[in-house]
DNA sequence: ATTTTTGTTCGTGTTTTTACGAATAATAAT
DNA sequence: ATTATTATTCGTAAAAACACGAACAAAAAT
């Protein structure tokens, strides 16, 4: 049974971007690409205090959501913020409170 | 073991307010709050395909998340925006890609 | 004093999230 | 061809989220 029918793709969407920031890993994940453009999983699990694979989870997590998306530069991968979704995600958020 | 220490407390924060919307139930709920300053829960129950228990645990999520607060008005419950922890949460968000 | 209205809490079950280490895959470097 | 580097996937486990109906609590209305 889907209980998603009956809410709005805004709403729908707005939720899909919030959980995916619903974790302080993921909001650290962000705030840095939003900050300094790309970087690799690598320099994460430098940082992070948790197991790459883990890291890796939440990495999908924000991936699938749409909010970032990784370039392959073998064997590293970069990671940067999907741009059009991220404006997307403020948008919507913004257009809360108007 | 908290793995909690090592982010900001505003990181925490955001992490929060982001998963208290990180549900359609919730998206919805909260913009109808901005729209129309007040509601009761039993309008929600009305409007919502959902449980009268399970709307409960909603707006408990975001209550305890602190987007929410509730005025008794017996034996109704009128829920408003607590404007400024969305204030905060605003300008958390915003404050991301600044 | 009952009954009605309104919401929360309880008990339960299912699904999802979070986390880890080990195993695997893919490419680069030797 | 091996080895090293990098990151994902697998297997597993524990915790949290989500949903429901039934039971309960509190106050208002009768």
């Not at 970087?39 to 959501?65: F, M, N, R, V, W």
Request: proline letters at 3%; hydrophobic letters at 40%; one cysteine or more.
């Amino acid at each position: 049974m889907n209980r998603d029918l009956g809410y709005t793709e805004n709403q729908l969407k707005l939720a899909r971007f919030s959980k995916a920031l619903g974790h302080p890993v993921r909001v650290f994940i962000i705030e840095l690409l939003l900050k300094q453009a790309c970087c690799y999983s690598g320099d994460l699990t430098e940082i992070l205090p948790i197991a790459k694979s883990t890291l890796s989870q939440h990495l999908k997590e924000l991936k699938d959501a749409g909010l970032i998306q990784g370039e392959i530069e073998s064997p590293k991968i970069k990671y940067c913020i999907n741009r059009d979704n991220w404006n997307l995600a403020r948008k919507l958020f913004n257009n809360l409170y108007k």
